[in-house]
């Protein structure tokens, strides 16, 4: 785990503006810096960036954050490559608390992976070099259908046959990055030197290099020109690339995946060159294994939109099975997984040029979705009008509904089940292995009370609470701390209190907040970034998003979010007095001490009253002034 205190550092010492500017063009205008939105498609630019603040926000569809957010949110990268991304551009290492690995270990491993990144870097460059003086190569990709720029932007390259040829770019053909690296493969024999011992792993084949997320080259997919096998080679897996984990062409589909709003995942890297040439650059494809969790998790931080193209035939519904097996967990209301299956006799690449674009883009339009394909594989082959073969359902069904979400796509999967086997909701629930998670999100089942409720309520979200004035105030008061933390020096033991205890959760979001103020502003309160404090909360664990999103676009300043703040925190204690007198007066008759303390009461609210006149009369004096 990386230190929260570390992540705060950086992020004092890392400049949004140059962390953004790099990757897209800005333009000043006013406090802030301007662009059209890199994550929607927009003609006037409404993607803001703030150097006070250090922090982004669109105004258009609402993406915010800091230089970590950005990094994600852009190049795709998990939360830890984002921090190890800025941490490296200003020079520092990462630590990581537990002492599983120490500094001198942790720089090694750096070293090391920086060794084989310029070892494949090196290679890369002696395969594209190659490909231009190899006419069968070229003559091989032409026949495919293939233009020199297409196969320039995926950096297509070959490998030539012979047994040793990157000893031509390599004079420590020896080195053991080539064989970590997976370029180069030795024999087990000790006899001989080392060079008569090693041979190259790619020969006479087509190269594909394989990017991660940075665009910097991992590994290698290789397809020979003629029908010897095997077709495609990978490179094996090494420090720098994990097949289970990496997508081919996802660095190169980036920005046509945010603009398509989905990305079409195929079986073969010809297939991804071949579509991004015919119109479908949002195309991506796994590296000659099922698609695992790790791959769908990945696309998901790009789209919210997958779907995954397939062979008609037995073979392409079971590569199907499995990836809607590793897609189920990560689906929800927000998230599209789909399955288009094309006729055997086709590829998306001949498809298309057989049939046409259109024709495709016919195709994806009608993907089938994944709850339509689920419940079809539920009841394929069963004969749902007998008990048997309601059981051979529900028993398919077990492993795949129980590793769904709670969502409403769920709730309609369980709806349909019900419907067709014509079971109680009661016993089908506990069967799937869902039943207690919706009880102990507050819902109940068929024939849980009194009256047997008609309808799924398992699944049924509980009624939203009317959100009260002092709820309201309670999020303002947030907002406000927020934006400008230097004032929760202005807060007095019994404000804090009295937003404690106004807040509709208890108040653990404002203490969250307070105590997050409080680290990050040891020496002083007018130190604390927003960036940073806004950072900080997200990794502890707590939802602020909507939160965030409030403030980031917010337009006013440190004197009004004073007087805001202060005017909040004066309703919230003038509703809790109002509410206690209240109580109060029915005992006041008989209990003389209730009715001192009703006395009091009334004394304190009316001069929080009287002041709240006042303030208010000031603000329209300064209105009127500025008017």
């Not at 897996?237 to 997508?247: D, N, Y």
């Not at 046409?356 to 394909?373: D, I, T, Y």
């Not at 933390?485 to 404000?495: F, G, K, N, Q, Y």
């Not at 003038?574 to 008989?590: F, G, N, P, R, Y």
Request: aromatic content about 8%; glycine content about 8%.
């Amino acid at each position: 785990m990386i230190p929260q205190s570390f992540i705060q550092d950086l992020l004092t010492r890392v400049d949004i503006l140059e962390v953004v500017g790099s990757r897209i063009q800005l333009k000043k205008a006013g406090a802030n810096y301007w662009a059209c939105c890199p994550f929607h498609n927009e003609k006037t630019p409404s993607f803001s960036v703030s150097p006070v603040k250090q922090f982004y926000h669109c105004f258009g569809c609402g993406r915010t954050g800091s230089a970590i957010s950005f990094l994600m949110d852009y190049s795709g990268l998990t939360y830890p490559e984002a921090i190890e991304e800025l941490a490296r551009s200003v020079g520092v290492t990462v630590p990581h608390e537990g002492g599983r690995i120490s500094k001198e270990e942790r720089e090694k491993k750096q070293a090391e992976a920086l060794a084989l990144t310029e070892v494949m870097e090196r290679a890369d460059r002696f395969y594209r070099k190659s490909l231009r003086g190899s006419p069968d190569a070229i003559n091989y990709l032409k026949r495919r259908g293939l233009t020199g720029e297409v196969a320039a932007r995926f950096g297509l390259g070959y490998a030539p046959d012979a047994w040793t040829p990157l000893q031509q770019c390599f004079e420590q053909y020896n080195a053991e990055e080539l064989v970590e690296s997976g370029l180069v493969i030795e024999r087990g024999s000790d006899e001989g030197n080392v060079r008569d011992r090693r041979y190259d792993r790619f020969r006479g084949r087509i190269m594909f290099p394989i990017r991660n997320e940075r665009g910097q080259v991992i590994a290698f997919g290789g397809r020979v020109l003629d029908k010897s096998e095997p077709k495609y080679l990978n490179s094996p897996e090494t420090p720098l690339f994990s097949k289970g984990s990496e997508l081919y062409g996802l660095f190169e589909a980036r920005m046509a995946i945010r603009e398509a709003k989905y990305v079409l995942v195929v079986e073969g890297y010809m297939d991804v060159v071949a579509l991004s040439q015919l119109g479908f650059p949002q195309t991506v494809a796994t590296l000659g294994t099922a698609c695992t969790e790790m791959h769908v998790r990945k696309l998901f931080r790009h789209t919210d939109k997958i779907i995954f193209s397939f062979d008609g035939d037995a073979a392409g519904r079971n590569a199907a099975k499995r990836a809607m097996a590793s897609s189920l967990g990560q689906v929800n209301d927000e998230r599209q997984v789909l399955f288009l299956f094309l006729p055997p006799e086709h590829d998306p690449d001949s498809f298309i040029r057989e049939k046409g674009r259109e024709a495709f883009e016919q195709m994806v339009e009608n993907a089938e979705p994944l709850s339509q394909f689920l419940m079809g594989e539920i009841i394929s082959d069963a004969d749902m009008g007998t008990m048997e073969g309601c059981a051979q359902a529900l028993n398919r069904a077990k492993t795949w509904c129980s590793a769904m979400k709670p969502s409403a796509l769920r709730l309609q999967v369980v709806r349909k089940l019900v419907e067709m086997t014509g079971m109680p909701e009661g016993d089908v629930l506990p069967w799937l292995g869902i039943a207690r998670r919706a009880q102990d999100n507050g819902y109940k089942g068929r024939g849980s009370g009194r009256h047997h409720e008609t309808g799924w309520q398992a699944g049924r979200f509980p009624a939203r609470r009317e959100r009260s004035a002092v709820t309201a105030l309670d999020r303002q008061v947030l907002r406000m701390l927020i934006r400008y933390p230097v004032l929760l020096s202005t807060l007095s033991d019994e404000d804090c209190q009295a937003i404690v205890a106004a807040a509709s959760d208890g108040g653990r979001l404002f203490r969250m907040v307070q105590e997050q103020i409080g680290l990050l502003g040891t020496d002083s309160l007018h130190q604390v970034q927003y960036g940073v404090l806004v950072e900080a909360l997200r990794a502890s664990g707590l939802d602020v998003e909507s939160l965030v999103q409030e403030t980031a676009d917010d337009s006013f300043n440190e004197e009004m979010a004073r007087a805001q703040l202060r005017g909040a925190v004066r309703q919230m204690r003038m509703h809790q007095l109002a509410a206690e007198i209240d109580s109060l007066a029915k005992t006041i008759a008989i209990d003389l001490d209730a009715r001192e303390r009703y006395r009091a009461l009334n004394r304190q609210l009316m001069e929080l009253q009287q002041t709240e006149k006042q303030d208010n009369e000031k603000l329209w004096q300064r209105q009127d002034k500025m008017a």
